[in-house]
RNA sequence: GGCCCCAUCGUCUAGGGGUUAGGACACAAGCUUUUCAAGCUUGCGACCGGGGUUCGAAUCCCCGUGGGGCUACCA
C-alpha cells in the first residue's frame, strides 16, 4: 500500500477550523473546499470549529463573514456554529475546561510543567541565540527545577505557562496522505507551550484535544502546518490516543509568490461575491489550485465530489490567477438561467438606476428588465458588468462616441439613412426581431449599401456606442417608441 | 542559524524510465459576423543547474540553487 493512498477505514470525519482572525480567504476558502470534497466523497461528515483562543486578534465579525463565506461557496458543515452537534461546542473559547482538564492530566503524569521564565528573559535568550547562531529554542530551565524553587516560584510569580515535556530523543516520523512519510528528531523540537498565561491553550494543544474528542479521522490543512505535526503527534502520543491520518496540501501564493495577504487585493471570497463573481466559479477555480484530472478544466459539484482524492493533489505551492478566475466566472453566467442573472443583477442596477425602483406590479418594468438582461447576458464576465453595459437601456442618449461618430455620423446619405430606417420601423406592425431584420436587409438592398452601412449609424444613434449586443435585438428590446425617439435626435444631431 | 516541504510553458496543470512533453487561462493570427465579445482553427511558449543509476532520465538517487513554511504566551 503506498504511503500517498487514502487509507479509510471507519467513519471520516473532517474539519475546517479557522481562526477568525479576518475573513474568510483564498487559501482558507481552498482547505475548507478541499475537506469538504473529501468528506462528502467518502460520505463523511465535514465539521466546523471556529479557533478563538487568541484573544487579541479574534473577533465575533470575522466569525461571522467566514460563515457567510462558506455558506456562499455551498459549504455546509454538518456540525459546527449555529446548529451544534454531538461533540458540542464548537467553539475553542467554550471548551476552557476541556483543555484544563487534560492540561492537568499531563502534569500529574509528568508530562508537562510549569514555565516560570518572563517573556522578557526569554526574549533575551532568543537573541543571544541568535546572536551564536544556534537554534533559538528554550533552555528547559523551568523543566529541571527542583521541588523547592519551584515551590517558590509558582508563588512567587504570578504569570506562568504550561510546557510540553519533549522527548529528547529519537524521531517523530508520519506518513503523509500527501507527502509520504516525514521524519523529525525530537531532540530539535522545542517544549513548546500548551497553556498560555491567561488559562487559553495554543493552538498545537487545542488542535490535538479537540480533534481527538471530535474524533477527526482526517486532518487535511495548509502546507504550513507540516512542521506543527510532529509536535501534535507528541501529545496524542502522551496521552496515549491514535492520531488521526494528516494531509497536508500547498499553500496558495500572490503573484509574487508570497504568502497571500491584504498586498494581493481582495482576497476574502465574499468580497468576490460583491464583485459579481458567481460561487460555483470560486468553487472550481478553486478546486483546480493544486488539485487536477486529467485534461478537465469545468467540474461540476457532483464531479468535484466523485474526482477528488488527496492522491492527485498536487505538492507544490500555486500562484492565483484572477484571469481564469474571471474566465470561469463568464462561463458560468453564460449557462446559467437567465432568471438566476437577473436576481444577482438587479441590486446592482437599482442602485446604478434609481428610477428603475421596481416592485413586484411593475410587470412591464420587469419584463423589460428580463429582455435587456438576456440579451446582455452573455457577454458578461462579472454581473457588475451589467450597469455599465445596459446603461443606454435606462438613460436617454445625451453623447455619442467620438470615433464612432467620426466615421459613422457623416455625410448627407447618412442622414438618409436614417430617416429612411425610421419610417420603415415606425411602421413596423409586429415590432419583433425577424421584422426588424427585413427591414435593415431591404434597407441596405434599397439604397445599395452594405449591411454595415445601416446598422452602424443606426447602433450609434440608438446606443451612443460602438459595441452594443446584436442591434435586432437590442432594438427589440428598446422598443418601437424609443427607437424612433432616438433616431429623431440623432437625424437632428447631424443636423 | 537549525529543521521540514516544494521545483514541467508567464499562470493553473497532465505525464512518474522510451511521448513530436498533452490540456486550460493569458497572448498573437485567421475564420465567422452587424460592432465588440463569444465560438471555431492555428500559432507562441516549459521539464531550475550539476553529477550519478540506466541501453535510455522531465520521470529514480545525490548535491547545489531558488521559493515557501516552522522554529511565538498566532493559528
Not at 24 to 38: D, K
Not at 79 to 97: A, I, K, N, S
Not at 373 to 399: G, H, N, W
Request: aromatic share 10%.
Amino acid at each position: 500500500m503506498s504511503s500517498r493512498e487514502t487509507i479509510v477505514n471507519g467513519a471520516v470525519r473532517v474539519r475546517f477550523a479557522p481562526s477568525p482572525t479576518g475573513a474568510l480567504h483564498l487559501g482558507g476558502a481552498r482547505t475548507a473546499l478541499f475537506n469538504w470534497l473529501f468528506a462528502k466523497h467518502f460520505d463523511g461528515t465535514f465539521v466546523l470549529r471556529i479557533e478563538d483562543t487568541d484573544q487579541e486578534r479574534s473577533t465575533q465579525e470575522a466569525v461571522e463573514t467566514i460563515l457567510k463565506g462558506l455558506s456562499w461557496l455551498g459549504i455546509y458543515w454538518e456540525e459546527g456554529p449555529r446548529d451544534g452537534g454531538p461533540f458540542e461546542p464548537y467553539f475553542q473559547t467554550q471548551r476552557l475546561h476541556i483543555y484544563k482538564k487534560y492540561a492537568e492530566q499531563l502534569i500529574k503524569e509528568g508530562k508537562a510543567y510549569y514555565c516560570y521564565c518572563t517573556t522578557d528573559e526569554l526574549k533575551k535568550e532568543r537573541e543571544k541565540a541568535a546572536k551564536n547562531k544556534a537554534a533559538p529554542k528554550y533552555n528547559k530551565k523551568c523543566r529541571f527545577l527542583n521541588a523547592e524553587d519551584a515551590k517558590e516560584l509558582h508563588v512567587s510569580r504570578r504569570n506562568k505557562v504550561l510546557r510540553f515535556k519533549m522527548p529528547e530523543e529519537g524521531k517523530t516520523i508520519f506518513n503523509d496522505l500527501c507527502r509520504g512519510e516525514v521524519k523529525f528528531e525530537n531532540e530539535l523540537l522545542d517544549d513548546f507551550i500548551i497553556m498560555k498565561s491567561d488559562g487559553f491553550p495554543t493552538y498545537n494543544f487545542a488542535a490535538v484535544v479537540d480533534d481527538h474528542l471530535m474524533e477527526i479521522s482526517h486532518v487535511i490543512r495548509g502546507d504550513d502546518h507540516l512542521s506543527n505535526t510532529p509536535r501534535q503527534i507528541q501529545i496524542y502520543q502522551a496521552f496515549g490516543w491514535n492520531p488521526p491520518h494528516f494531509g497536508h496540501i500547498p499553500m496558495i501564493l500572490g503573484k509574487d509568490k508570497a504568502r497571500l495577504s491584504k498586498r494581493h487585493g481582495a482576497q476574502s471570497v465574499t468580497e468576490y461575491a460583491k464583485e459579481g463573481f458567481l460561487p460555483e466559479a470560486m468553487v472550481n477555480f478553486l478546486a483546480r489550485l493544486g488539485w487536477g484530472h486529467k485534461d478537465q478544466e469545468i467540474f461540476s459539484r457532483k464531479e468535484l465530489i466523485e474526482l477528488f482524492t488527496l492522491d492527485k493533489v498536487t505538492n507544490s505551492p500555486a500562484v492565483f490567477d484572477s484571469d481564469k478566475l474571471t474566465w470561469l466566472n463568464s462561463h458560468y453566467i453564460k449557462e446559467s438561467l437567465p432568471e438566476r442573472i437577473f436576481d444577482l443583477a438587479l441590486p446592482y442596477l437599482e442602485k446604478a438606476y434609481p428610477k428603475l425602483k421596481l416592485d413586484d406590479k411593475d410587470a412591464a418594468g420587469i419584463a423589460y428588465l428580463k429582455k435587456v438582461i438576456t440579451v446582455l447576458q452573455e457577454r458578461l464576465r462579472l454581473i457588475t458588468d451589467i450597469v455599465p453595459a445596459s446603461e443606454y437601456f435606462f438613460k436617454d442618449i445625451t453623447s455619442y462616441d467620438e470615433k464612432a461618430a467620426a466615421k459613422h455620423f457623416k455625410g448627407e446619405e447618412t442622414t438618409k439613412i436614417l430617416e429612411d430606417l425610421k419610417r420603415s420601423l415606425s411602421e413596423l406592425k409586429t415590432f419583433d426581431k425577424p421584422s426588424i431584420e427585413d427591414v435593415f436587409k431591404g434597407l441596405a438592398e434599397k439604397l445599395k449599401v452594405k449591411l454595415g452601412g445601416v446598422i452602424h449609424p443606426a447602433r450609434l444613434a440608438l446606443t451612443g456606442r460602438a459595441v452594443t449586443p446584436g442591434m435586432y435585438d437590442v432594438i427589440e428590446v428598446l422598443g418601437k417608441e424609443k427607437v424612433i425617439e432616438r433616431l429623431e435626435k440623432a437625424i437632428k444631431f447631424m443636423g
